[in-house]
């Protein structure tokens, strides 16, 4: 069958779709090999060992790759703890995760604790390698403060989020108010306090979430376990 003039012309212009799946599911394990080897790197020679020469003979790729598919060092840095926290590089917030989401379902505050507790030992038995390699060497590199104080705001960030949750379904014990629970909550989720119980004091994780539960269950529901009625 021909087609006529117009139906020619109108085949000729019409724009051709283009399935560009293949390269993008390419460029999503480039990056993920980029920051497995990065972590690698990261937990057993540190911050300072990891160059982007280093990285990329590592990951099998060009340096350019690396600064094409993640960034320079302290990008890098970011995006391997924020893998490495979240267990996966998906770009849904921890807030909106279904772990987290879970927690609101829990019937008082002692047990929304003790969810938080287990999220957090997981979170911590996961990131926490990594953290130790770097941390230890903060005030060595600019770079690496300005790390420390942007995962220690994210992590309050994520504090607040639990206690709101606490608040708007439960309440919180008397004479306490939201930014005193706040600061408690952060100071005692801190990595150093894992740190300094699992790794320094060679307690078990299971004995560090126990622990966890028992004190953000005090904190967010009172001595006696019982949140108060909220508003």
Known sequence: MELDSNEYHGAMTRPRSYDNSARLDAARETRRRILSAAERLLTTSGYAAMTVTALA????????????SVGGKAAVLKATYDTVLAGDDSDVPMSERPEFLAMRDTPDAAAHARAYAAWTRAIYE?????????????????????????????????????????LDRHGLPEGLTPQTVIDAVWTLTSPETADRLMRRCGWSAAAYETWMGDHLALILSGPAGNSPTAG
Do not use: C, K, W
């Open 126 to 166: 996961r990131v926490g390698p990594l953290l130790s390699a770097v941390l230890a060497h903060t005030g060595a590199d600019p770079a690496l403060a300005e790390f420390a104080a942007t995962i220690e705001h994210e992590r309050r960030t994520g504090n607040t989020h639990v206690v709101t949750a606490v």
């Open 57 to 68: 003979r590592a990951a099998g790729v060009s340096p350019q790759t690396v600064y094409n």
